[in-house]
């Protein structure tokens, strides 16, 4: 047993409600929730201020290892992404990081760099952490794994309603492109691809309302032995 709880891996692709449903699973439980794609983007934002380029895994690997990450406790459940003592926030939701995280999200030299922090960031348990690769390959030997989906049209159609609650404008065609596209670039990578882990527990939240999500999985919390 690790010394805080189990790890529960949640992966699935853009815009299905991971962190949402993650955090509030987090909140339940009391446990910390850690989005890992924040730590790419965060690799990513800072690749983007130095001039580094997309595409050398190797300077980018260099770059994040002359970092000091850190991950503390933020208002919620949440843990903060911090480089150099600087607490990222605004910066992770640009668009242009948003891009350039799916782009630097292909490399292995920077996947293995992540893998290793994210796994020192979760082995001691207690933790939700949300990706798109955590059950197949950052924390296999995560006590419970979930795969949580929804059709593209009803990722699309959520995000729409997000941002008209927002007052922000929101074109319906554009963010469904964007989501296949996105879909296509997670799963078709060579390197860890989104894949669902066969010990995952698939969750269809095309027609689940959220609430029902959090409570099938913290049902399976009590039934994968967690505390
Ligand atoms: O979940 P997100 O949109 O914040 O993730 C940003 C990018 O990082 C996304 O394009 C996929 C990539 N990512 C990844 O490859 N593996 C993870 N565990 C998390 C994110």
């Known amino acids: 047993m690790r010394a805080n709880g189990i790890v529960i891996a ?19 439980l009391g446990y910390r929730f850690i989005s890992t794609g924040k730590m790419y ?13 997309l595409e050398d895994d190797a300077a980018l690997v260099a770059l994040a290892r002359a970092l000091k990450w850190e991950f503390p406790k933020g208002a919620g459940p949440e843990a903060d992404v911090a480089i150099d003592g600087r607490r990222l926030e605004r910066e992770l939701v640009d668009e242009r990081t948003g891009r350039a995280s799916s782009a630097i999200a292909k490399l292995p030299g920077v996947r293995l760099f992540m893998k290793d922090m994210q796994r020192q960031a979760g082995l001691e ?14 924390f296999p030997d995560a006590e419970l794994k979930v795969y949580l989906d929804a059709s593209p049209k009803a990722r699309a159609e959520r995000r729409v309603a997000q941002l008209k609650a927002q007052g922000l404008p929101a074109d319906y065609d554009e963010i469904l492109d964007f989501i296949v596209k996105r879909d296509a670039q997670d799963s078709g990578r060579a390197v860890n691809p989104l894949r669902k882990a066969d010990d995952a527990l698939y969750l269809d939240s095309t027609s689940m309302p959220r609430d029902q999500v959090v409570a099938s999985i913290v049902d399976m919390f009590g039934k994968a032995g967690g505390k």
């Open 125 to 138: 348990g207690g933790v939700v952490m949300e990706g798109r690769d955590i059950g197949t390959n950052v």
């Open 41 to 53: 983007r965060a690799l990513a934002w800072k690749a983007l201020e130095a001039g580094v380029s």
């Open 10 to 28: 949640i992966d699935g692709p853009a815009g299905v409600g991971k962190s949402t449903v993650g955090k509030l699973v987090a909140s339940r």
